[in-house]
């Protein structure tokens, strides 16, 4: 009994390892969205997120094969699963999906009911758009954070300017105040000489003979 128990369980764990394989090889190769990896259409509920989270990382869980890559793809995985629990990243993601199938519609020259959108052929190109569309979308967010970071930046410098220009004139009107007694000082005394310059003068001329 014992001996048929462990052949059980070697089976279950032959069938668990081929499911981690081939799904490794699906997490490790796609360079696509999100979805992707979890393999779930967009719009999903976030409680679908996160059962089919549980099931997947089930299979391709480090401690329960002994697949060299399950580390790798059990690390995409809960990514994936974590950015999806994400809303806002989710709505960015739905709405880059969405202008991806926009774009293939417009560029085939089709409509929203040819016959085209429900070939396989159309879901692959569809993935494939999506992952350009999200490319470019990261690139405009990095030009646009640099262009934010530089505009930041000038910013910065000129309101560091301003403070500089304010903290010279307060040491400028502080300097001028710790003079000002010896300013009043030296103004009284040079009034002081002048007036007795002018009286020495007026003296020397009432002494002045006359005739």
């Not at 790798?72 to 990514?79: E, G, I, T, V």
């Not at 991806?100 to 494939?128: C, G, Q, Y």
């Not at 470019?136 to 301003?162: F, I, L, S, T, V």
């Not at 001028?176 to 009043?184: K, L, M, V």
Request: aromatic residues 4%.
């Amino acid at each position: 009994m014992a001996a048929e128990d462990c052949k059980d369980d070697a089976a279950a764990l032959s069938v668990l390892e081929l499911e981690a394989k081939e799904f490794d090889k699906a997490c490790l190769s796609s360079s696509s969205h999100n979805y992707a990896v979890l393999d779930l259409q967009p719009g999903v509920a976030e409680s679908d997120i996160k059962s089919t989270y549980r099931k997947k990382s089930m299979l391709i869980h480090p401690d329960k094969t002994k697949n060299p890559q399950a580390p790798d793809a059990f690390d995409r995985l809960k990514k994936a699963q974590t950015e999806l629990m994400d809303e806002k990243h989710r709505e960015r993601l739905d709405e880059a999906i969405a202008d991806a199938r926009m774009l293939l519609i417009r560029e085939n020259k089709w409509t929203v009911d040819s016959p085209e959108l429900k070939t396989d052929d159309f879901a692959k190109k569809w993935r494939e758009k999506s992952k350009e569309v999200l490319i470019d979308n990261e690139h405009r967010r990095r030009r646009q954070m640099k262009a934010q970071m530089q505009e930041e930046g000038r910013e910065q410098r000129k309101q560091d300017a301003e403070l500089e220009e304010r903290k010279r004139k307060r040491q400028h009107e502080q300097d001028w105040e710790s003079t000002r007694d010896e300013r009043i000082s030296s103004w009284r005394t040079f009034q002081k000489g002048k007036s007795g310059g002018e009286g020495d003068k007026k003296k020397k001329k009432k002494l002045k003979p006359i005739g």
